[in-house]
């Protein structure tokens, strides 16, 4: 595949602008991402990172609410927000040759949000449905549950969206305060993957953002690792499976192992060829759906393993899980099942940088949370010179039992002391 060439320009305020020309393509992907999200806050005012990207699509100086909708949307376009831990992102895919209408509407709501009281009000409401929902979700509820185990008092460690008392503290002045804190030139990327002109793009950003220049001196909290023994947490509920995730302490970001771990995830649990998936699923048929994930900030990360499990296995699916996970950190991976992990690893990124949208935010969150993009022959040649070794290397580091933490959700009463003594990986 061909080497994709992107363009950075960083302008005198310290925003930068990345972009990746498609000429083939008739679309635009287009996002601005801002370096804040769930770890830049604290306990009081946890969740005003998602609470403030609700509010931005209420209205800005230019734009109501309606017409930020129907200006992206009335030309085919799609529009969303995303915040995560680390960043905050405002995208839109559109056809290509409506670049200018888009960015003026984006950049409107990002610099210029109304953050009306009134609307305020009512998507404090919204937000906390939005919360009620996702707890009445056991498969959501039960990777904050891992969390709370995996990062205890620490803002990793509590749900993006926020909790109940922060959401009822959170004013109308201090969505403002925050915007204008954190919406600062340095901490703010816009990149765009299409068939675009840069030219375009940039004499637009410079119009729009050249007079949000602030200094930055803004840092997250850094995450602690305090744990010395496994951790389980049990919520007892009527389900009609129990719901599981178990997770352990991973590799930051930048890590040197960082693509031998995405092999090893690949191993383990990222398709339906994975062994977590063969085992448990079609072996032993103990779960519908068994998968696992990885986690990556800038000094932390977490590997997450989640299944829905049959109520009455749940005690045999964790020690078929701890099994598979002693035998990769103790047994070298097969040559076969090493080549196929390579190819399905750099295949997925290949899939990947063929669309305008997953191509725009795969080279966006690196971009605005490490300031760099690996290149594809980077990413190709340290895939290459990865071992076997390596990914024992990695399996030996994390899955520890002073990494462990288990988390349950399921009718699972007086069962806490039975599943605690299975936690071992010794």
Same mark, same amino acid.
């Not at 080497?3 to 950075?8: D, F, G």
């Not at 637009?204 to 119009?207: A, D, F, I, W």
């Not at 930055?216 to 997250?220: R, T």
């Given at each position: 595949?061909?080497?994709?060439?992107?363009?950075?320009?960083?302008l005198?305020?310290?925003?930068?602008?990345?972009?990746?020309?498609?000429?083939?393509?008739?679309?635009?992907?287009?996002?601005?991402?801002?370096k804040?999200?769930?770890?830049?806050?604290?306990?009081?005012?946890k969740?005003?990172?998602?609470?403030?990207?609700?509010?931005?699509f209420?209205?800005?100086?230019?734009?109501?609410?309606?017409?930020?909708?129907?200006?992206?949307?009335?030309?085919g376009?799609?529009?969303?927000?995303?915040?995560?831990?680390?960043?905050?992102?405002?995208l839109?895919?559109?056809?290509?040759?409506?670049?200018?209408?888009?960015?003026?509407?984006l950049?409107?709501?990002?610099?210029?949000?109304?953050?009306?009281?009134?609307?305020?009000?009512?998507?404090r409401?919204?937000?906390?449905?939005?919360?009620?929902?996702?707890?009445?979700?056991?498969?959501?509820?039960?990777?904050?549950?891992?969390?709370?185990?995996?990062?205890?008092?620490?803002?990793?460690?509590?749900?993006?969206?926020?909790?109940?008392?922060?959401?009822?503290?959170?004013?109308?002045?201090?969505?403002?305060?925050?915007?204008?804190?954190?919406?600062?030139?340095?901490?703010?990327?816009?990149?765009a993957?299409?068939?675009?002109?840069?030219?375009?793009?940039?004499r637009?950003?410079?119009?729009k953002?050249?007079?949000?220049?602030?200094e930055?001196?803004?840092?997250?909290s850094?995450?602690? *690792? !305090?744990?010395?023994?496994? +951790?389980?947490? @049990?919520?007892?509920?009527d %389900?009609?499976?129990?719901?599981?995730? #178990? $997770?352990?302490?991973?590799?930051?970001?930048?890590?040197?192992?960082r693509?031998?771990?995405?092999?090893?995830?690949?191993?383990?649990?990222?398709?339906?060829?994975?062994?977590?998936?063969?085992?448990?699923?079609?072996?032993?048929?103990?779960?519908?759906?068994?998968?696992?994930?990885?986690?990556?900030?800038?000094?932390?990360?977490a590997?997450?393993?989640?299944?829905?499990?049959?109520?009455?296995?749940?005690?045999?699916?964790?020690?078929?899980?701890?099994?598979?996970?002693?035998?990769?950190?103790?047994?070298?991976?097969?040559?076969?099942?090493?080549?196929?992990? *390579? !190819?399905?690893?750099?295949g +997925?990124?290949? @899939?990947?940088?063929?669309? %305008?949208?997953?191509?725009m935010?795969? #080279? $966006?969150?690196?971009?605005?949370?490490?300031?760099?993009?690996?290149?594809?022959d980077?990413?190709?040649?340290?895939?290459?010179k990865?071992?076997?070794?390596?990914?024992?290397?990695?399996?030996?580091?994390?899955?520890?039992?002073?990494?462990?933490?288990?988390?349950?959700?399921?009718?699972?009463?007086?069962?806490?002391?039975?599943?605690y003594?299975?936690l071992?990986?010794?």
């Open positions: 595949m061909k080497e994709p060439l992107y363009k950075k320009t960083t005198e305020n310290g925003l930068k602008v990345i972009t990746y020309d498609m000429p083939e393509m008739h679309s635009v992907s287009l996002g601005i991402w801002v804040v999200g769930g770890r830049y806050e604290a306990q009081a005012n969740g005003i990172s998602h609470f403030l990207e609700h509010l931005l209420k209205g800005s100086k230019n734009y109501s609410c309606q017409k930020i909708k129907e200006s992206i949307e009335g030309i376009g799609l529009l969303n927000g995303a915040t995560t831990e680390e960043t905050t992102c405002y839109a895919k559109f056809p290509h040759r409506h670049l200018e209408r888009v960015l003026d509407v950049s409107d709501m990002v610099l210029h949000p109304l953050l009306l009281g009134q609307d305020v009000e009512k998507e409401a919204v937000i906390m449905e939005e919360a009620k929902m996702y707890r009445d979700l056991p498969g959501e509820h039960v990777q904050e549950l891992v969390d709370e185990l995996l990062w205890p008092g620490q803002s990793l460690g509590l749900p993006i969206i926020g909790l109940q008392d922060s959401l009822t503290q959170i004013k109308r002045d201090d969505l403002a305060d925050f915007q204008q804190r954190y919406y600062i030139a340095p901490r703010i990327l816009i990149n993957v299409g068939a675009l002109s840069d030219e375009i793009l940039l637009k950003v410079r119009e953002f050249s007079s949000r220049l602030k930055d001196s803004l840092n997250c850094q995450a602690r *690792k !305090e744990q010395t023994k496994p +951790q389980l947490k @049990l919520l007892n509920k %389900t009609e499976q129990t719901h599981l995730a #178990m $997770g352990f302490h991973g590799l930051a970001r930048e890590h040197p192992l693509h031998a771990l995405g092999l090893l995830h690949v191993v383990l649990g990222a398709n339906m060829s994975s062994r977590l998936f063969h085992e448990i699923r079609e072996v032993r048929g103990l779960a519908y759906e068994i998968a696992a994930s990885i986690k990556r900030f800038q000094d932390a990360g590997f997450i393993i989640r299944a829905g499990i049959d109520n009455a296995k749940v005690n045999q699916a964790v020690e078929l899980i701890l099994k598979e996970l002693k035998k990769i950190r103790d047994e070298l991976v097969s040559e076969d099942e090493f080549i196929r992990a *390579k !190819e399905y690893y750099l +997925q990124i290949f @899939l990947t940088l063929e669309n %305008t949208f997953d191509h935010i795969w #080279m $966006g969150e690196p971009a605005i949370t490490a300031d760099k993009i690996e290149t594809l980077e990413i190709i040649s340290a895939v290459n990865t071992q076997k070794q390596d990914l024992q290397k990695v399996a030996q580091s994390i899955f520890t039992e002073d990494s462990l933490n288990l988390a349950l959700i399921g009718p699972l009463e007086d069962q806490q002391e039975e599943i003594s299975q071992h990986l010794g």
